[in-house]
């Protein structure tokens, strides 16, 4: 089955022997696969209207509920309306101190690690991300859930598994994993009617996400469907919110150990930029080069790798017919490694990005938060998130990865470091 395979390889090795445009027959499905820039546009932005959510996300559905990633249609257009006031620049600039302070917090629990064995860094890595949403959308602690970071992931396994199954497995058969899919989802449901009742106890910020969502749900006729409408949202948006950015930052670090030069060069910006203390948002301007570090990672690695759709109606796509109905993929990880575009295209050159680079090349070659209606409503915060961490980390600490424990990456919801990245700490 398609995705019970090696889903990188599969579509590469399409992409290398058929070109920009192929048809892939994988079981009782037909693929269509688009891997040019002015293609990605005409599925993601030009005729989006045209296309729905694909294969992966639609079968996601069953585990993640009806939340922003996998809504459609009126439903999806009133929560983006509802929670794309909070990812505004204005407010994003000014959970710049949330964003440092929780990276203080990481970098003193590494450096209780110096001298000592591996750590998992993903783990650390998503204790952050998700304290950083806690503070910047909810105004809430989540650190005081320890498990929460577990019962997401088993969350994702589930959505994974629901893919790769095509969803064609009962939910009630008590496999293992299912077992821990419905354990990790109770719980937390428990934590967001925690978060609710909270809220509603004190006062807080009105125009933060959970405020939001909080007002938009309880205009539902049925309170039951309101509660449930919020429990999907706030679970989809913690765990893609969470996920990928920890991701993003774990490829980054594996990169700068396998590129000290590199690592170099963002500890002495950070150093200058920062001195001793944390950073403040107008450091941005200052981390110049730690920011073309973050994003040549997420060429290599985007966090969100494949963007899937179903095409309401037949289309033409760079003169190629595709049908009603038919299942289209779009995949940031080809388009970004297309040496038309990207001369040697695995070879890790944060210069690419740095001012005066070569930029003459299509808008749509380089798509890490998506495109079109659907781009990332969180982009900005996590690139805030992304730079002011890695800044952060390379000045105080030098990371090193275990030997012979080999990166691999593990396509779920963004491209993860399968094993947790263990590393060992050491100082700068």
């Not at 889903?7 to 892939?24: H, K, N, Q, T, V």
């Not at 990276?103 to 998700?130: F, I, Q, Y």
């Not at 428990?190 to 004190?202: I, K, N, T």
Request: charge should be positive; proline fraction near 6%; include cysteine.
């Amino acid at each position: 089955m398609l995705m019970n395979r090696d889903r990188l390889a599969l579509m590469s090795g399409a992409i290398g022997r058929y070109g920009d445009a192929c048809r892939l027959p994988v079981g009782h499905k037909t693929l269509y696969i688009f891997n040019h820039p002015a293609y990605a546009k005409h599925v993601l932005a030009d005729n989006a209207d045209n296309y729905r959510k694909g294969i992966g996300l639609v079968h996601a559905r069953r585990a993640l509920g009806d939340g922003l990633l996998t809504s459609e249609g009126r439903l999806w257009r009133e929560q983006r309306k509802v929670i794309q006031p909070a990812f505004q620049s204005r407010r994003i600039a000014q959970q710049a101190d949330a964003v440092a302070a929780e990276g203080a917090r990481l970098v003193d629990r590494l450096r209780g690690h110096v001298g000592s064995g591996p750590v998992r860094l993903v783990d650390e890595l998503t204790s952050l991300t998700l304290g950083v949403l806690g503070r910047t959308l909810l105004d809430a602690d989540l650190h005081a859930f320890p498990d929460i970071g577990g019962d997401f992931a088993a969350v994702q396994d589930q959505a994974m598994f629901e893919l790769s199954t095509l969803s064609m497995v009962p939910m009630w058969i008590p496999l293992p994993h299912q077992v821990r899919f419905r354990r990790a989802r109770r719980r937390l449901e428990g934590v967001v009617d925690r978060l609710v009742a909270e809220r509603h106890s004190r006062s807080g910020d009105d125009e933060d996400v959970l405020s939001r969502l909080i007002r938009s749900t309880s205009r539902e006729s049925d309170p039951a469907v309101g509660r449930a409408r919020l429990r999907d949202e706030l679970v989809t948006l913690l765990l893609a919110g969470h996920e990928t950015t920890a991701s993003t930052l774990s490829w980054t670090l594996h990169l700068l150990d396998k590129h000290p030069e590199v690592w170099r060069r963002v500890h002495d910006e950070a150093a200058g930029v920062l001195g001793d203390r944390v950073p403040v948002h107008g450091d941005l301007h200052g981390l110049t080069y730690t920011t073309s570090v973050i994003q040549e990672a997420m060429r290599l690695y985007p966090p969100v790798w494949l963007l899937p759709r179903i095409a309401n109606d037949a289309d033409v796509v760079g003169g190629f017919r595709v049908p009603a109905g038919a299942d289209v993929l779009v995949s940031p990880y080809t388009l970004h490694r297309d040496p038309r575009f990207w001369p040697e295209p695995d070879r890790f050159d944060p210069g690419r990005f740095t001012a005066g680079a070569d930029t003459d090349r299509p808008r749509y070659a380089y798509i890490p938060f998506g495109a079109g209606p659907r781009f990332c409503v969180g982009s900005h915060l996590g690139m805030l998130e992304a730079v002011l961490v890695l800044a952060m980390i390379c000045r105080d600490l030098r990371l090193a990865g275990v030997p012979g424990r080999p990166v691999v990456a593990e396509p779920m919801l963004s491209l993860r470091i399968r094993g947790g990245l263990p590393v060992t700490v050491h100082r700068a």
